[in-house]
């Protein structure tokens, strides 16, 4: 079955340093999104992507993030400068299409650890 | 907007007992419904879906959950625990938009099975 592939499973870094995240979505796939969850707490929404262009974003998704598909294939994120509240699991999925039979696909994750 | 409550972080059930989790959703149209598992250390996997049609729908592992219009619920329950169903499920929302259409997630709520 095809799967969402996310890189590195788990990355240390110190505050202020530049992180980037990247995720293979499933090939035939149109919308991207990331999402994290911050150690006991909810799923939140960060970004979607479509047509090469951020089609929605949420209040955390400030200028401290940015996303880009560089290749066709692989989808990043990037954390400009770090603090140490971006101590999460950051989620990346994929969707064939809009309507309610293309659901999610999610990634196994990216732990990421600011020190 | 939309939104998703759940009702309980922690649930304690006995193996072979009724797995019940209570989802309540909030949207302004209709609503896709979703219930995604998340195991010890690994992404999230879905478990169910709701788009339309039928109201009670299955899904993986005996789990099933029901679309309550009225109620604005969409419970998931399980007849008979089973030791391998401790992890933790979410239950999230999402409607249909020209790009994107991102999910909102509950909280959560950790299912533990004592033998």
């Known amino acids: 079955e095809p799967e969402v592939t996310q890189t590195p499973s788990h990355q240390v870094t110190q505050m202020g340093q530049e992180v980037i995240l990247r995720c293979v979505p499933i090939s035939n796939h149109l919308y991207f999104y990331w999402y994290r969850q911050i150690l006991g707490q909810k799923v939140e929404f960060l970004v979607s992507?479509?047509?090469?262009?951020?089609?929605?974003k949420s209040e955390i998704f400030d200028d401290q993030f940015s996303v880009e598909r560089p290749d066709g294939s692989n989808f990043t994120l990037k954390i400009r400068s770090t603090k140490l509240e971006d101590s999460a699991m950051y989620f990346c999925a994929s969707r064939r299409g809009v309507t309610g039979a293309n659901v999610l696909t999610f990634g196994a994750g990216s732990r990421l650890t600011v020190l | 907007a939309q939104s998703v409550t759940q009702l309980g972080s922690h649930v304690s059930v006995s193996e072979g007992a009724l797995v019940l989790l209570r989802c309540n959703y909030s949207s302004s149209v209709p609503p896709y419904l979703f219930w995604y598992v998340q195991y010890p250390n690994q992404g999230l996997q879905l478990l169910l879906k709701y788009t339309t049609g039928a109201t009670l729908v299955k899904g993986i592992n005996g789990f099933e959950a029901e679309f309550k219009k009225s109620e604005t619920s969409f419970h998931l329950t399980k007849p008979s625990a089973h030791m391998s169903d401790a992890a933790e499920y979410f239950c999230a929302v999402s409607v249909i938009k020209a790009a994107g259409n991102k999910l909102t997630f509950g909280g959560g709520t950790r299912v533990l099975v004592k033998p």
């Open positions: 992507f479509y047509n090469n262009e951020i089609s929605e």
